[in-house]
């Protein structure tokens, strides 16, 4: 039987549940994800081969106005150019709220060609299902979608049914990757997403964001790996928090991310955690250079 294969782009505000939807459908953690806006700031590619279809995802950062950062320019750009490049895109809502993020991406599609679905998230916080229904009625008048699908990406509430549609608009074609590829990415990339992902869980709501993490080295001996991971920050005074009293903190950080390293790894792992200060990092070039790729 034919067989079809294309690239799918999801695509959001922060927050909307990409980055979780990304992990649902490849089923691994690449993406990092946190319930705090604008956790990805790469474009990460994810494919998922099924007998008679190979879905090529591709995870976008979310759609964010407010920031006057270049990081937070150049991240707008990355996700905005990925629109002109796949056969689907998902565009993913929060049902709860429309914003002007939303208004941005709808004037953003005026200009595209390929099929859009529209995928309502997080439909398990609604107190009744009866409730999505005005939702789906007022959405729909916004834009011609070729679908609209509800979901919980979280629950994983019609994951399978959101696959099904995507995959009716793929277009015939052999397979790109190997069925066993899994992502564009390397275990390295993982690793400090797996680093950022704890960052974001255990401190407070602005910290995070000034945050870049880097992998300087990796040992891999037969019975651990050896990391090692510089964080920069922006402040002094970011780092003396990031640290903590006695070095709580950066103790927490470090054995939320080993925990994670290591269910990916599936073995041991020792991380050493470095602090750094680069001041205005967000408005390098060279730095935020690295986002583009």
Known sequence: MKTRCGYVAIIGRPNAGKSTLFNRFIETKVSSVSYKPQTTRHRIVGVRSEKQAQFVFVDTPGIHLGGKKLLNRILNKNALNVLHDVN??????DCKSWTREEDHILRSLKDIECPVILVLNKID??????QLFPILSSLSGKYDFAEIVPISALKKDNISALLASSQRYLPESEFFYPEEYITDRDMRFIMAELIRESIFVHLGAELPYATHVEIESVDEQPEIVHIEAAVWVEKDSQKAIFIG???EMLKKIGAGARAAIERSLEGKVNLKLWI???KDWQNNPQVVSEYEK
């Open 245 to 247: 009293h006695r070095g």
């Open 276 to 278: 750094k200060v680069k």
């Open 88 to 93: 689907l895109i998902l565009w993913m809502v």
């Open 125 to 130: 916080q609604l107190a009744k299902r009866d």
